[in-house]
């Protein structure tokens, strides 16, 4: 069993900037990846930013060169750093744990982005 806790939304106007955090359980194997979704109200659950085991990085197109996703390992933290924010990033932003057969998610944090 893996346990995430998402921290760090809030509210910011747009053109700010936000940094989410993710804090793993520790686990005795790691994640194939660990991702940020987020889901608007009323739309669904979309995919914003993966980092892999071995450290590669895909993002979503509608955050590339806005948002990065980085981890340290040695604190079991993936971070999403969000900046030029959008009114339209407005979401809860989930942090995922992708394994072979199994996800793990956290409970969600609420971000807000007035303009």
Known sequence: QVQLVESGGGLVQAGGSLRLSCAASKSAFSPNSMDWYRQAPGK??????????????????SVKG??????????????????????????????????MLIDYWGQGTQVTVSS
């Open 44 to 61: 669904q659950r979309e995919f914003v930013a993966a980092i892999t085991s071995g450290g590669s990085t895909n993002y979503a197109d």
């Open 66 to 99: 806005r948002f990065t996703i980085s981890r340290d390992t040695a604190k079991n933290t993936v971070y999403l750093q969000m900046n030029s924010l959008k009114p339209e990033d407005t979401a809860v932003y989930y942090c995922n744990a992708h394994y």
